[in-house]
């Protein structure tokens, strides 16, 4: 990493160096990264304790050994006889991160679950401190000694300064009662882990597919790194709660830890049915942040919804989660009287009397339905003709919640997607399931899912794709419809999920292709606040988004690096969460819309998003689509 005045002169630099590393045979590919971009290679280099992370199964890159330092000019010789012992033991290490001084994170593949596994672990750290000794290194060269390397310290540093240390100990801390058994007087390293040697993983049948591991490997995939206790100055979305909250009770890690917890030492028949899970995971909303964000990617999003349909089989499914879950049956049955119905929800004392009786918050505001359905107004249209050699033909997913509160949207984008050429049929399919997976209600979502898959996959193709509008809705193809998938609708859900995309990315693409141009929309300026979807981040990016919103020529978009909303999909109409939704909301959203100028259009791809930010701030946001067909010319 080099810093000059000028780029010219990194750029000497940069060619001195390449010339010299290729002149030694050294390196293949000398990529060069100014400003912003320099970030992704500190991005994929932090990238790399995520992959490890992510082996499945019980055998592991074990952080053992990984602190080791050594004089770098001895490196090559370290790393040698490194190998050598592991070589002796059948084993295989990653190394990882800072070789150019001298210190490698070395990480063992191994199954600590195993009485073998737990003696070669002893084995290994043993015959390395010796190793490191000879090299006159360091064991602990970048982080602590702590539980794991504590008992080699007298070997590292001798009786005497031990001695010292032990001393230095009984002094200001004779009762032992800071940080008992580290540094001085540690327990044997392989006495304080979490498995405990021979032990057996639990029998869990689960409605999710785990893909080649179990529920329990995935929570235990959580390397307790932390990473979830970012601020909301971070940037990022994980983790919401933790957020506002600052409390480790309401962090990812404490989430996948308690699950861990109970699933391998819980002595109930349904070892998912204890009130400290449902107490913990209360506060998770299901963001996915975790997914994209977290080193290892736990979705703890996905095991929440999951530990829920396990609670619920044992304690039943609350009669607030049953009207949340079939959100899209209400909105049916007062489609019918729209009128009626958001009188009803939005007049003060009715409408109290409701959201008390849902046990949703009274000072939230009510989604109204729609005067009209996206479905009734294409209905009262003629009927598109579709023929054979139709090249721009696209399948519109109408979710539920665009079809009954957002029509206004769903017409929005068929007629921008007219205007641009393209045919669009609504084809036959159900709900997403979105709102039953938000509240765990798995065995229905996974109904939802089969008949969905079959209803689709016939006419889904690379050139008839399916685009949807609500993020949380089409990505549900994407993410959960493979994992609910039983055998026989697999391999038809992952065809399926290849030629589904969220609206965004679809009009990105076709920009990239040229299909779509800047010549078809205004050239008048405008200022767009751009706050992505937490699911469209963690599944999709926001570039397609910021891409699409950038086409007319004159318009400037800037991104809010805002996490979460707050809401969340219910999470911020139920009473006892209200106050968090609005907490997490204001720590990066509400003020940057509140200073956003008049002449400033805020947009929010999803429904959750703008009925937030209407509720928060006062302020209307507008979908994508919708900016995007008011630019057309």
């Given at each position: 990493e080099f810093k000059k005045d000028t780029r010219e002169e990194i750029l000497t630099i940069a060619k001195d160096v390449e010339a010299a590393m290729r002149e030694k045979g050294l390196g293949y590919h000398f990529p060069l990264l100014f400003g912003n971009d320099t970030k992704k290679i500190w991005n994929l280099r932090k990238a790399g304790l995520g992959l490890l992370g992510n082996m499945p199964g019980d055998d592991k890159a074990v952080p053992v050994i990984e602190d080791t330092a050594v004089d770098v000019h001895d490196l090559p010789g370290y790393i040698e006889e490194f190998n050598a012992i592991l070589k002796k033991y059948d084993l295989y290490a990653v190394h990882y991160a800072h070789a150019g001084s001298g210190e490698l994170h070395l990480r063992p593949i191994i199954n600590l679950k195993t009485e073998e596994g737990n003696a070669l672990f002893r084995t290994?750290?043993?015959?390395?401190?010796?190793?490191?000794?000879k090299y006159?290194?360091?064991?602990?060269?970048?982080?602590?000694d702590g539980r794991l390397r504590g008992e080699f310290i007298p070997q590292m540093i001798g009786a005497k300064n031990y001695a010292l240390l032990q001393q230095i100990?009984?002094?200001?801390?004779?009762?032992?009662?800071?940080?008992?058994?580290?540094?001085?007087?540690?327990?044997?390293?392989?006495t304080q882990l979490r498995y405990t040697p021979g032990q057996k993983d639990?029998?869990?049948?689960?409605?999710?597919?785990?893909?080649?591991?179990?529920?329990?490997?995935?929570?235990?995939?959580?390397?307790?790194?932390?990473?979830?206790?970012?601020?909301?100055?971070?940037g990022g979305t994980m983790c919401p709660s933790f957020m506002a909250t600052r409390n480790e009770k309401d962090t990812t890690r404490a989430r996948a830890n308690i699950l861990r917890e109970f699933l391998t030492n819980s002595t109930a028949v349904n070892?998912?049915?204890?009130?400290?899970?449902?107490?913990?995971?209360?506060?998770?909303?299901?963001?996915?942040?975790?997914?994209?964000e977290c080193p290892s990617n736990v979705d703890v999003a996905k095991l929440k919804a999951e530990f829920l349909q396990q609670y619920y089989n044992v304690n039943g499914i609350p009669l607030r989660s049953k009207l949340i879950a079939h959100f899209s049956t209400v909105a049916k049955l007062g489609s019918i009287w729209p009128g009626l119905y958001n009188g009803l929800v939005t007049n003060p004392i009715t409408g109290t009397i409701i959201k008390n009786m849902a046990g949703f918050a009274t000072k939230r505001s009510m989604p109204e339905l729609s005067k009209i359905t996206v479905q009734q107004w294409m209905n009262k249209r003629e009927k598109q003709t579709v023929s054979a050699n139709n090249e721009k033909l696209v399948y519109l997913f109408c979710d539920e919640f665009t079809n009954y509160n957002d029509a206004g949207i769903g017409i929005a984008a068929i007629q921008l997607l007219e205007k641009l050429g393209y045919t669009v049929i609504i084809p036959r399919h159900v709900e997403s399931g979105r709102a039953m997976l938000s509240k765990g209600l798995l065995y229905q979502a996974k109904k939802i899912a089969h008949q969905n898959i079959d209803l689709l996959?016939?006419?889904?193709?690379e050139e008839t794709p399916l685009i949807g509008i609500e993020p949380s809705a089409i990505l549900t193809f994407r993410d959960e419809y493979i994992d609910l998938a039983d055998d026989a609708h697999w391999e038809a859900a992952k065809q399926l999920a290849k030629h589904v995309f969220y609206i965004d990315e679809f009009l990105a693409r076709e920009i990239k292709k040229g299909i779509i141009t800047a010549a078809s929309f205004t050239k008048m300026p405008k200022s767009i606040q751009l706050h992505g979807h937490c699911q469209q981040k963690a599944l999709t990016n926001l570039n397609d988004s910021v891409q699409v919103l950038s086409l007319p020529e004159n318009y400037t978009v800037n991104y809010i690096p805002s996490g979460c909303c707050g809401m969340a999909g219910s999470f911020g109409y139920e009473k006892e969460h209200y106050d968090l939704s609005m907490q997490i909301g204001n720590l990066v959203l509400f003020p940057a819309v509140q200073k956003a100028g008049t002449d400033t259009e805020i947009a929010a791809p999803g429904t959750s998003c703008r009925h937030q930010i209407k509720d928060g701030t006062g302020k209307k946001a507008k979908h994508t689509v919708e900016i995007l067909w008011e630019a057309m010319v």
């Open positions: 290994i750290a043993t015959e390395v401190a010796a190793l490191v000794k006159n290194g360091s064991l602990s060269g970048e982080h602590g100990k009984e002094t200001w801390d004779p009762h032992h009662i800071f940080n008992p058994g580290k540094i001085v007087d540690t327990p044997p390293m392989n639990p029998n869990v049948t689960t409605v999710f597919r785990w893909g080649n591991q179990t529920i329990l490997q995935h929570a235990e995939q959580c390397n307790g790194s932390g990473d979830c206790r970012k601020t909301h100055l971070s070892k998912f049915n204890h009130k400290e899970i449902y107490e913990v995971m209360d506060l998770c909303l299901s963001c996915k942040g975790c997914k994209s996959s016939p006419l889904i193709t």
